[in-house]
């Protein structure tokens, strides 16, 4: 017999947010629930998709055009979707995700001002009608968020926008959550720890036995 399809989470956030802490919980409660899953981020995932994420993150002097920035992403993307996250959730197991689409809205989208049309397009080109399943979004005032960031190393071509871009990119990330609240959770990442990772526990819950 087939297994069923397994879930689909991502999770999203500006700079500083307290992604990877909040990762290694999603993970530990996964595991101690006796989940299969796979983790994998992006841009990433596979050899070819890890190279376009340096390509990506990498500063340059020559400014990167932002629809080139864009196709990089999707390019990514699409080895990532073909070689690790559908085989992982056909065979049953869920797929955790370090970023995702969503990222693409807010950050070529909201941050760089590409139309929201043209990701549309490349969404339903790259992942027909595969979509997260819930979508972990850590909400943070980007002025906090950078001054976290700036505590943890050197700044990589994105880190190193400024404020109004982060502005921008928390915006478009809260648009998409609200306009779909069934599949998005926004969690206040200003809370103390503890919340966050309660909450987080419940949406996961919710996952698992929804
Ligand atoms: P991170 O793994 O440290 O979050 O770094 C990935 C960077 O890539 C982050 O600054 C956001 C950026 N990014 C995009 O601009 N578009 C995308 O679609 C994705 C997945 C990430």
């Given at each position: 017999?087939?297994?069923?399809?397994?879930?689909?989470?991502?999770?999203?956030?500006?700079?500083?947010?307290?992604?990877?802490?909040?990762?290694?919980?999603?993970?530990?409660?996964?595991?101690?629930?006796?989940?299969?899953?796979?983790?994998?981020?992006?841009?990433?995932?596979?050899?070819?998709?890890?190279?376009?994420?340096?390509?990506?993150?990498?500063?340059?002097?020559?400014?990167?055009?932002?629809?080139?920035?864009?196709?990089?992403?999707?390019?990514?993307?699409?080895?990532?979707?073909?070689?690790?996250?559908?085989?992982?959730?056909?065979?049953?197991?869920?797929?955790?995700?370090?970023?995702?689409?969503?990222?693409?809205?807010?950050?070529?989208?909201?941050?760089?001002?590409?139309?929201?049309?043209?990701?549309?397009?490349?969404?339903?080109?790259?992942?027909?009608?595969?979509?997260?399943?819930?979508v972990l979004l850590l909400d943070l005032d980007p002025e906090i968020g950078l001054q976290?960031?700036?505590?943890?190393?050197?700044?990589?071509?994105?880190?190193?926008?400024?404020?109004?871009?982060?502005?921008?990119?928390?915006?478009?990330?809260?648009?998409?959550?609200?306009?779909?609240?069934?599949?998005?959770?926004?969690?206040?990442?200003?809370?103390?720890?503890?919340?966050?990772?309660?909450?987080?526990?419940?949406?996961?819950?919710?996952?698992?036995?929804?």
């Amino acid at each position: 017999m087939q297994s069923p399809r397994g879930k689909f989470i991502t999770l999203e956030g500006g700079e500083g947010v307290g992604k990877s802490t909040n990762l290694q919980f999603v993970i530990q409660w996964l595991d101690s629930h006796g989940v299969e899953f796979v983790q994998t981020r992006e841009p990433g995932g596979t050899p070819l998709a890890e190279q376009l994420r340096e390509l990506l993150l990498q500063k340059r002097a020559e400014n990167v055009d932002p629809t080139a920035e864009l196709l990089m992403v999707f390019a990514a993307r699409a080895q990532h979707l073909r070689e690790v996250i559908v085989p992982a959730l056909e065979s049953g197991k869920w797929v955790i995700c370090d970023r995702f689409t969503d990222a693409t809205y807010a950050y070529q989208g909201g941050g760089r001002g590409l139309d929201r049309a043209l990701i549309s397009q490349l969404e339903q080109t790259v992942q027909k009608d595969l979509r997260p399943d819930k979508v972990l979004l850590l909400d943070l005032d980007p002025e906090i968020g950078l001054q976290r960031a700036a505590a943890t190393g050197e700044a990589d071509r994105f880190e190193s926008e400024q404020l109004s871009f982060f502005r921008k990119v928390r915006e478009a990330y809260r648009e998409r959550a609200l306009a779909a609240p069934e599949r998005y959770a926004i969690i206040d990442a200003a809370q103390p720890l503890v919340d966050v990772q309660q909450q987080l526990a419940k949406e996961l819950t919710g996952l698992l036995h929804g």
